[in-house]
Every structure is written in C-alpha cells, then in structure tokens.
C-alpha cells in the first residue's frame, strides 16, 4: 500500500471552500491531519461555523481550528455583501449548524506550526484563503518555512483581479501575508484567477448535485445555485471554481499546466495592493520564487470535482 501524505487545509469556507475541502477529503493518497480557519469570506465566526457544518454534514474526522480573526495588516475585509448571508449564500436550504463538532482549543496557528514541526519530512499545506495563519506560524517560528514542502494556495492572479482590477480577493485581504511567505521562500505552487477562469462550474452541474436526492444534496446544490447568480441574480450562470484547482490538482497533476515564476506581492499601490506580479521570464530577468499555474483542463477538473461531491453526499452520513 502506498504511503499516505499528510496534508493541513487552511480555508475561510465560503462555498468553493466547502467543494475543495470534499476534493480533498476523498483523496485517498493524502491524509487529512489538520483544518484551519481564518478571516476571509467572512468572519471568523461564520467561516469557522460553515467548516464545522461542512466536517459534521460529510463525517471528515479531521480537527478544526480558529485561527486568525483579522490580517496582518489593515481592516478585515470580507464579501457576505457578494456571497451572501455568512460568506455562503444560499437560494433555499442550507446545512445544519454543526450540533457534535466543535473547533478544538488551540489556536490554529499554533496547531499549524504543531503540524509542521511534527512531520518527519517536509509536509504538505493547502490554503484556499488569505494566507494570514500560514504567514503567523512563520512570524513566530522563522525555521518553519522550511518545513513545509508545498504551499499549494488558490489565490493571486497573474492577470486582472477580481476584488480589484489588480488583486484577487485572498491576495487583497492580507497581502503582507502573501510577502512574508514568498520572502521566507516557502515552495508555493499558486492557482490564480488567470487559472481558475478557466474552470466554469454550471447550472448543469447544480442539478447533477440535486439529484442525489438527498437534504445535504439538496443544501450543496442550492449553494452552487446561490453561487452562479453571483453575477447575474435571475439567471444563473457559469462560475470559476477558484478553491477545487488547489485539491483536483493534488489528484490529478496532469490536467494542469505550473510555469516557474519571479512572483512579488504590491504592498503599497495605491490602486494595485494586493496583485501577485509575476514575471514568467525567469532565470534571465528574475530568479523563481514560485510555481505558476497557467494552463487547466478545464472541463475535466470541473467533471472531477463534482464527480468527488457527488461521492460524499452520496457517503455522507
Ligand atoms: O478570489 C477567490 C477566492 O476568494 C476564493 O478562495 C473564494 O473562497 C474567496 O475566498
Ligand atoms: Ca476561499
């Protein structure tokens, strides 16, 4: 049998969160020891509430943990008025709050840099949210950014932005995060939105997920329905789904295309705080910091993911 990987989920679930925290759970290469939580879509209550609702809703045993209520720097910024209710909009039902699991007591901070002390090699980290807890743990213990293998982060652009006309909302939220984790060299492998635009969930997908037929189906599909009318209210219609790349990618490497990247983080625009530059002409114009996602398969990571919900609601419990 082959040896598990052991893997830390960092997130601010909100939607596409929740998706790519099932991807990932149903891996069955990667061992889930750890989920944080942060500031981002919402507050830290809500996205520390919408993880335990989702954990409790599809048995993932992993612990959570509250981490940071606010960035390093600035106000918290998040986007209910854009996602709705909690940081996850819904059009009709939605997840019970969780009744048996709680967050565990230690903050997720300290139980990240637990998790990457502890491993015996190099270990795996996902974050789908602003990096806030990723970049404390390293605030606090320097050495542990060479203790983390992989920071495998849906966030940046390496074209337009969404929060912004240059910044992606995660990148925006806590960019100071994003420049101690490239400054302290961290391997990160970045799924921005020039990536994630290319991976459209749709209406079709909604009703795939509804047809499970279940009351947690029926919660998941009305989300992904909330979901596709971000942009257009009466009519749904096709979405990027930012946060799954992070976790499809984990499973399936080969529907994705990584170019080595010089990435820097704008702390001080005026207008442009918060936009990963990334300069891809790298050795001769810049030394690499970072894998760079810029090609998908996008039809086949959608296909995948929600083949992977469809799973666990079907082996929900
Ligand atoms: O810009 C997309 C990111 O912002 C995703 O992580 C989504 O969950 C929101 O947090
Ligand atoms: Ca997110």
Same mark, same amino acid.
Request: aromatic share 6%; glycine share 8%; with cysteine.
């Given at each position: 049998?082959?040896?598990?990987?052991?893997?830390?989920?960092?997130?601010?679930?909100?939607?596409?969160?929740?998706?790519?925290?099932?991807?990932?759970?149903?891996?069955?290469?990667?061992?889930?020891?750890?989920?944080?939580?942060?500031?981002?879509?919402?507050?830290?209550?809500?996205?520390?509430?919408?993880?335990?609702?989702?954990?409790?809703?599809?048995?993932?045993?992993?612990?959570?943990?509250?981490?940071?209520?606010?960035?390093?720097?600035?106000?918290?910024?998040?986007?209910?008025?854009?996602?709705?209710?909690?940081?996850?909009?819904?059009?009709?039902?939605?997840?019970?709050?969780?009744?048996?699991?709680?967050?565990?007591?230690?903050?997720?901070?300290?139980?990240?840099?637990?998790?990457?002390?502890?491993?015996?090699?190099?270990?795996?980290?996902?974050?789908?949210?602003?990096?806030?807890?990723?970049?404390?743990?390293?605030?606090?213990?320097?050495?542990?950014?060479?203790?983390?293998?992989?920071?495998?982060?849906?966030?940046?652009?390496?074209?337009?932005?969404?929060?912004?006309?240059?910044?992606?909302?995660?990148?925006?939220?806590?960019?100071?995060?994003?420049?101690?984790?490239?400054?302290?060299?961290?391997?990160?492998?970045?799924?921005?939105?020039?990536?994630?635009?290319?991976?459209?969930?749709?209406?079709?997908?909604?009703?795939?997920?509804? %047809?499970? /037929?279940?009351? #947690?189906?029926?919660?998941?599909? *009305?989300?992904?329905? &909330?979901? +596709? @009318?971000?942009?257009?209210?009466?009519?749904?219609?096709?979405?990027?789904?930012?946060?799954?790349?992070?976790?499809?990618?984990?499973?399936?490497?080969?529907?994705?295309?990584?170019?080595?990247?010089?990435?820097?983080?704008?702390?001080?625009?005026?207008?442009?705080?918060?936009?990963?530059?990334?300069?891809?002409?790298?050795?001769?114009?810049?030394?690499?910091?970072?894998?760079?996602?810029?090609? %998908?398969? /996008?039809?086949? #990571?959608?296909?995948?993911?929600? *083949?992977?919900?469809? &799973?666990? +609601? @079907?082996?929900?419990?």
């Amino acid at each position: 049998m082959a040896e598990l990987t052991d893997v830390w989920f960092d997130c601010d679930t909100g939607f596409d969160d929740l998706l790519a925290l099932l991807v990932l759970s149903r891996n069955p290469s990667l061992r889930l020891r750890g989920v944080s939580t942060v500031v981002g879509n919402s507050s830290l209550d809500n996205t520390t509430a919408n993880t335990l609702a989702t954990v409790e809703a599809f048995g993932i045993e992993a612990p959570v943990y509250r981490g940071c209520p606010q960035p390093i720097a600035g106000r918290p910024q998040t986007i209910e008025g854009l996602l709705g209710e909690g940081g996850m909009g819904t059009t009709g039902r939605r997840l019970p709050e969780a009744r048996h699991r709680q967050a565990e007591p230690e903050h997720g901070v300290r139980a990240l840099s637990a998790y990457l002390r502890a491993a015996s090699a190099p270990a795996l980290v996902v974050a789908t949210a602003p990096l806030t807890n990723v970049a404390q743990a390293i605030n606090l213990d320097p050495s542990l950014a060479a203790k983390i293998s992989r920071l495998v982060v849906m966030g940046g652009s390496a074209g337009s932005g969404n929060h912004t006309a240059a910044a992606e909302f995660n990148a925006f939220a806590d960019p100071e995060a994003w420049d101690v984790v490239l400054r302290a060299g961290v391997p990160v492998e970045m799924f921005g939105l020039n990536l994630t635009r290319q991976v459209l969930i749709g209406p079709a997908d909604r009703d795939r997920v509804d %047809a499970v /037929g279940t009351e #947690v189906a029926g919660a998941i599909a *009305d989300y992904l329905d &909330a979901y +596709l @009318r971000i942009r257009e209210r009466d009519r749904p219609g096709p979405m990027p789904l930012h946060d799954p790349c992070t976790t499809v990618y984990l499973a399936h490497p080969e529907w994705f295309t990584l170019e080595p990247a010089r990435v820097e983080m704008e702390l001080a625009g005026r207008i442009t705080r918060g936009q990963t530059v990334c300069e891809f002409r790298v050795p001769r114009k810049a030394e690499p910091n970072a894998l760079v996602a810029t090609r %998908a398969e /996008g039809k086949q #990571v959608v296909d995948y993911a929600v *083949d992977q919900v469809v &799973a666990a +609601l @079907r082996d929900a419990p």
